[in-house]
């Protein structure tokens, strides 16, 4: 039998995020399309902090569901939302047949204070875990098949569980008063029903290794996913830097500063990502997460050059 190139060997998942406006959706369905074509686990897609992307979002998500074979993961945050607000959206999801969810504390908006009055009725991504459940619960607590032969019965079964992610922080997020604090998050989201974490950013493979070592020695069970994201320009870096907190990592900083062409620092960026996605499976990482800027070329890039593409799956357009 031919081995199918275009598949990579372990499991893959990429974030793209809704467009700012209706005109940039076929781009961004190209992107999706193009994704799809190594069959990643799933897609996510990030919702705006207090709901300013959410219509995009379930559009994105559905068309995701409707068009392509891969599973959408909706991103949802505590950020501004009362319970009957969150479950409203929560329902709503759930009714456009999303069953995967991103739980996420969300970040303050731009100029709010350090504490935490921002958040609205939910205070943390466990109870957020927790709300999503009930509701889905609450919502289909079990389903029925038809027994074969068998005019008029059925057969009852459990629910599907909703599958719940919630997000991980190798280095200590960025509101941590002390050290271990990330560790016990990650605990009680496990506690309230989350199945799976996704990491965000790291710059170094020994980073996201001694997390998820330091998790498995608390107890933590849940599969933990590495978030790598190629690193393209010196301003997309100082972007990064600020939104999380990371500490500047000196080599990859100097390597795009450096390079005076565009495309010169694309493959500094590659490169990096790439030998992380090489070096955290080497460690024993059970999957990879790109954050992929709503672009398929880099992230696709990333996979071939870390050796999980064999094959480039479209012909490259002249530049």
């Known amino acids: 039998m031919p081995i199918d190139l275009s598949t990579p060997p372990v499991p893959i998942s990429f974030e793209v995020y809704p467009p700012r406006s209706e005109a940039g959706f076929p781009a961004l369905h190209e992107t999706i399309r193009r994704l799809a074509e190594v069959d990643p686990r799933f897609i996510s897609v990030t919702y705006g902090a207090g709901g300013s992307t959410g219509g995009r979002s379930l559009q994105l998500l559905t068309h995701i569901l409707h068009e392509t074979h891969v599973e959408p993961l909706a991103h949802l945050t505590c950020v501004g939302n009362t319970y009957p607000g969150a479950t409203a959206l929560i329902r709503e999801f759930l009714d456009a047949g999303i069953t995967s969810f991103l739980a996420l504390r969300g970040d303050p908006p731009t100029g709010s204070s350090e504490d935490d009055r921002f958040l609205g009725d939910l205070e943390s991504a466990a109870q957020l875990v927790q709300l999503i459940d009930r509701v889905q619960a609450e919502r289909s607590p ?34 941590s008063r002390r050290a271990g604090d990330d ?68 080599e990859l900083s100097i390597a795009l500063e450096i390079e005076p062409a565009a495309e010169g620092q694309r493959e500094v960026g590659v490169a990096h990502a790439s030998r992380l996605v090489r070096e955290v499976l080497a460690g024993g990482a059970p999957g990879i997460h790109l954050y992929a800027f709503n672009n398929h070329d880099t992230v696709l890039a990333v996979l071939r050059e870390a050796g999980l593409l064999d094959r480039p799956l479209h012909k490259e357009l002249p530049r």
């Open 142 to 175: 079990y389903t029925e098949a038809p027994i074969p032969g068998v005019p008029g019965a059925v057969r009852v079964e459990r629910r599907r569980r909703v599958d719940i992610a919630v997000a991980a922080f190798p280095n200590g997020h960025p509101r």
């Open 183 to 250: 560790v016990e998050a990650l605990l009680a989201k496990q506690a309230a029903g989350a199945t799976m974490a996704i990491t965000q950013l790291f710059f170094h493979a020994d980073d996201y290794l001694s997390f998820v070592q330091r998790a498995r020695g608390a107890g933590v069970t849940m599969p933990i996913i590495p978030g790598i994201m190629p690193i393209t320009s010196p301003a997309r870096l100082r972007r990064v830097l600020e939104l999380t907190g990371e500490p500047l990592p000196s």
